[in-house]
Each structure stands twice: as structure tokens, then as C-alpha cells.
């Protein structure tokens, strides 16, 4: 056909049909088998009952006197357990598809989430920059722990002060003066009390003769103290020890 110009038109060319075959999904082809067994199923429950009234239709028969029919009813039975036997060997088969098909799904699924998984992965460690970023950083982190650890060691240290840094046997020997002199004040805060005199008998004054000796009783009325004087003596002799 041409055109107002003078050149021909192109007429569209219709798609070619390609001889590739379309391959069902798994989930469809999984859908179809099961489809199948069922089918099979329900003409295996038909076969059985042919079998049986074959069966009894060859009893009757045979009972009858009829044997040509009772044999008849035989060879259909034979026939029909014939069908049985490939049914139930189709049905294996398409069972042992079904649960290939099942098992290459699972698979299918376990391959896609294992590869959802592997990427998010990959991005992740992409985005905090790789093993050797994350190792850089773990050995920053260890490094600024042993800093702080360090520094609160050093700011922990006893500083030694100029003027100060005495011996300790010098230090020592301060503090036993400073003790003493403190003990040498608390004795001199006891007061002493001579307490109230001893009365002297009322009796004429004899003097005894050059062999005449003191009674005990005036020794120990002599030596007697008073309570201030006893705990001062316990005092001192504490001290001694």
C-alpha cells in the first residue's frame, strides 16, 4: 500500500508463536498433582465396587449352572483389578512427585529467605564499614578504657608534699613526746587532799623509854591514806608498768 508520499507503508507483523512451553509454578504444579491422586483415588473406589458385584454375579451364576457367565464375570473382575494395579501404581508415582515438588518449594523458600538474609548482612556490615572499621573501633574503645583506668590510678596516688615528706621513726618519736606531755598535764590536774587531821588522844604525854618501841596500831594509823591518795598511787603505778 503507498502512502500520499509514495512510499509504502509498513504493515505490522503479527507475533510469532513460540514452541517453548510454559512451565507451571511449583505452587500450581503441586495444585495438579494433588488434583490427580484425587481423581484416582475416586476411580479406584469405583473399580472396587465393579470387582465386587463381578464377584457376586459370578456366585450367582456359578450357583445357577451358568459357568460360561460366572467365567465371564471373572475375566472382568481380573480386568478390573488389572486397572487397580496401574492406578495405584500411578498414584506412588504422583505421590513421590507431590512430595518432591513439596520439599523443592520448602527449599525455594529457604533459598530466598537465606539470600534476603546474606544481603541485609552484606548491607549492614557495608554500613558500619566493614570487620576492619568495627575492629579499628574495639581496639579505640580497649585503648580509651586503659586510658581511664590510668588516669584514675595516677589522680588516686598519694602526692608527696615539699617540707613534708619526714621519717616515720621521726614521726613516731613526736608522737610518744606529744603522749607524754599530755599525760604529765593530766597529772597535774589531780588535786592532792591532806584530808581532816588525825585527832590526838587527850592523855598526859609520856616519853618512852630509850628500849620502849611504837605500838603497831599507831604505825598503821600513821600510814593511812585518804581515797584521792590511793587513786593517785594507783595512777602512778600504772604508769610504771
Known sequence: ????????KDTPTAPQPTNTPQVPDTKDAIGKV????????KRETHLERKI?????NAKKFSAAGKKREALTCIKRKKMYEKQMEQLGNAKITLEQQQMTLESMNINREILQANKAAAASMQQATKQMGGVDAVDETMDAVEDGLNDAAEIAEAMGREV???GMDADEDDLLA??????EEALAG??????????PGVAM??????FPDAGTTVPAAGKAAAKEMTDEEK??????ASMAM
Open 231 to 236: 587513786e593517785l598511787a594507783e595512777l602512778e
Open 160 to 162: 608527696q608534699m615539699p
Open 174 to 179: 613526736e608522737l610518744e613526746g606529744l603522749e
Open 52 to 56: 465386587q458385584t463381578e464377584v457376586e
Open 201 to 206: 588522844p587527850n592523855v598526859p604525854v609520856s
Open 34 to 41: 494433588r488434583e490427580t491422586i484425587d481423581t484416582l483415588g
Open 186 to 195: 593530766e597529772l597535774a590536774d589531780v588535786k592532792v587532799d591532806n584530808g
Open 1 to 8: 500500500m503507498m502512502n500520499l508520499f509514495g512510499k509504502k
